[in-house]
């Protein structure tokens, strides 16, 4: 079996600690690598690396910092097949998913071209007789993030490249369902040209994201994964004083006004609900249609799609629409909540529960689930089940539709389906949430916007990517600056007196 390794000061290390987790191929569910858990000693030793890197690629100026970013972007486009199949591999999802999942990520490399623009500061003459102002955006040092494994490829990109980009040395915590892509991405960013202990991947789980929240050195930590671990990492990463953005879990709700195209409203239902498995944080897990009657239509086009789902691994290529979730463990949380469903009373009107895939019988996938009749009171509507599972929830009115979505304690997407302009903009208005969709399911902002939830999905004042990362990266430093004017006046030889 492989044995993966860490990155650290430009190569492979082997794990000390002697604990490792399974890297599974969910699939087949075999055991397919194990993967170390660093220690605190051996991340510890990773920031060392990091600390004595860093002050140099911060002196290298912008613009230099830069065209390792768009070589990284030609390596990436060159190496698009093998990463999607690495991850495809590890995550299950399909191929052209993965390698979205590097391209989401590549976009936000391309934005980060532009750091010699964004870093440029402000400068005010004459702020002052003789005074001139400027602010400088000074590279934080040593950064770090932890992400989760549902995008191994973007969200690592969407961190280390404007924090490299800035000037500041990186530690990446990915997670340990699927490491192979990460530990890819570091090796070509080496290829681009990066120095060595700029970019490392320090594998593990809670010990060496514990050791990342407590030591001293970084300064900064990025956090993508569930609510209760956000919040985790926000209260304990804050205390030590250091800057974090934790992003966290999501309950997406599409609302489907009478007036939508019903077709278009399935069809991007089906896409945003099922796709990935339902393994994303903008998935729609709630379908609102507003009144019975789009209630009905709705479900009635709903169904014959969603039967015609095809489940299956990545290695059927364009055959399949979704793979398996990650792990058995995911498989079973998903299924106790749809049983849960049923139990508490929704109709379960596609039940994916029995299905079971000829050859792959020991594989962790999960066939497809319509519920109707949601209530809020319910498990399968409170929380998040990160797996095809669909929930619609009627509404009578607008106004409940919207009250629904504004008191979920998720905020990260929403989606309004309707032909009607005054009511999709009341709703982007009103509604509490950070993404939001008209007519569009899964509204994820383009690199050189911000991508960040409200409410229970996120923590922290500054989105990811776009302009906000290169300010979450970098510290402001702002100098006020006079110089006399006496040495234009030449020599003074005679001993200087108070008059
Ligand atoms: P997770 O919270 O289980 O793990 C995320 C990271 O935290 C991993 O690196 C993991 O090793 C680490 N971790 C896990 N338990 C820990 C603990 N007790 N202490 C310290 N660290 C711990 O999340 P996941 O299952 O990998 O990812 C799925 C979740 O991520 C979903 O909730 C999804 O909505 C969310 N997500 C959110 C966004 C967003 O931008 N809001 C994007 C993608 C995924």
Not at 42 to 61: G, K, R, T
Not at 106 to 118: D, F, K, S, T
Not at 342 to 356: H, I, N, T
Not at 384 to 413: C, K, W
């Amino acid at each position: 079996m492989q044995e993966l390794t860490h990155y650290i000061g430009g190569a492979h290390v082997k794990g000390t600690s002697g604990r490792f987790a399974d890297v599974f191929n969910p699939a087949t569910g075999e055991v397919q690598a194990r993967v170390p858990l660093a220690s605190a000693a051996e991340l510890a030793h990773a920031v060392e690396v990091a600390a004595a890197a860093q002050p140099a690629w911060a002196a290298v100026n912008p613009q230099r910092r830069a065209r390792v970013m768009m070589k990284f972007v030609d390596l990436l486009n060159r190496d698009m097949d093998k990463l999607a199949e690495a991850l495809s591999r590890e995550h299950g999802k399909t191929l052209p998913d993965a390698a979205g999942d590097v391209q989401r990520g590549l976009e936000v490399v391309e934005y980060c071209i532009a750091a010699p623009q964004m870093l440029k500061g402000e400068f005010t003459d004459s702020a002052g007789p003789g005074i001139d102002m400027y602010s400088m955006r000074q590279a934080l040092g040593v950064t770090a993030g932890i992400t989760p494994f549902n995008f191994p490829a973007m969200i690592p990109m969407w961190m280390f490249a404007p924090a490299i980009a800035c000037g500041n040395a990186f530690i990446l915590k990915p997670s340990e369902r699927d490491p192979s892509v990460p530990l890819m991405l570091a090796e070509l960013m080496e290829e681009a040209g990066l120095p060595k202990g700029i970019l490392q991947v320090v594998n593990g789980d809670k010990e060496a994201v514990d050791a990342i929240l407590d030591h001293p050195v970084i300064q900064s930590i990025g956090f993508v994964g569930s609510t209760p671990i956000a919040e985790y990492i926000y209260g304990r990463g804050c205390s030590n004083g250091k800057r974090v953005q934790c992003f966290g879990g999501a309950k997406n709700h599409m609302i489907v006004m009478p007036d939508a195209d019903m077709d278009q409203a399935a069809d991007a239902l089906v896409g945003a609900g099922y796709g990935a498995a339902g393994e994303r944080c903008m998935a729609i897990s709630v379908a609102v249609p507003v009144g019975d009657e789009t209630a009905d239509r709705l479900i009635e086009k709903l169904v014959p799609r969603i039967e015609k789902l095809k489940v299956g691994p990545y290695t059927a290529g364009k055959d399949v629409d979704y793979g398996p979730v990650v792990t058995a463990a995911a498989k079973e949380n998903i299924l106790r909540l749809v049983n849960s469903g049923v139990e508490q009373g929704a109709k379960l009107v596609v039940d994916g529960r029995d299905f079971s895939l000829q050859g792959y019988e020991d594989g962790f996938f999960v066939g497809p689930h319509l519920f109707d009749n949601v209530t809020p009171d319910m498990d399968i509507y409170k929380k998040e089940i990160f797996g095809p599972v669909l929930s619609t929830v009627r509404a009578q009115s607008y106004e409940e539709a919207l009250d629904l979505a504004m008191s979920h304690e998720y905020g990260n997407g929403t989606a309004i389906f309707t032909r009607d302009g005054d009511t999709a903009r009341d709703f982007a208005n009103r509604i509490n949430i950070g993404m939001v969709g008209i007519n569009v399911p899964i509204p994820v902002p383009l690199a050189y916007h911000t991508f960040g939830g409200w409410k229970k999905s996120a923590f922290g004042d500054l989105n990811q990517h776009g302009p906000d990362a290169f300010k979450f990266y970098t510290r402001t430093k702002t100098v006020t600056a006079r110089w006399p004017s006496g040495i234009k006046e030449g020599g003074e030889f005679s001993i200087p007196v108070m008059e």
